[in-house]
């Protein structure tokens, strides 16, 4: 059973930066991976993707601010966000899928951006 635990959360000035990181445990495969937000009364939406060939996208509302990595050897995938604005604050979630079709969500974390 796959198990994805978020860390990183937390308050930061509109403008600054945050760093989350999502670890993945109970396989060894190389899995696709995601963060996903949600916003107090809206729905979840997909705000990056890495798939299993470490290729990369994010949606364009972030494009140029925030970016998704991966470290293959931690089995850890971080999300950069910079310049952030009071519109990215959400829950942030990871996601992650194997070619099974199998997913899996991590706990969330909470990213507030306010002054």
């Known amino acids: 059973q796959v198990q994805l635990v978020e860390s990183g959360g937390g308050l930061v000035q509109p403008g600054g930066s945050l760093r989350l990181s999502c670890v993945a445990s109970g396989t060894s495969a190389m899995l696709s991976m995601g963060w996903y937000r949600q916003a107090p009364g809206k729905q979840r939406e997909l705000v990056a993707y890495i798939d299993n060939r470490d290729m990369t996208n994010v949606v364009d509302s972030v494009k140029g601010r925030f970016t998704i990595s991966r470290d293959g050897a931690k089995n850890t995938i971080y999300l950069q966000m910079d310049m952030m604005k009071p519109e990215d604050t959400a829950v942030y979630y990871c996601?992650?899928?194997?070619?099974?079709?199998?997913?899996?969500w991590g706990q969330g974390t909470p990213v507030i951006v306010s002054s």
């Open positions: 996601a992650a899928d194997n070619i099974a079709g199998d997913y899996w």
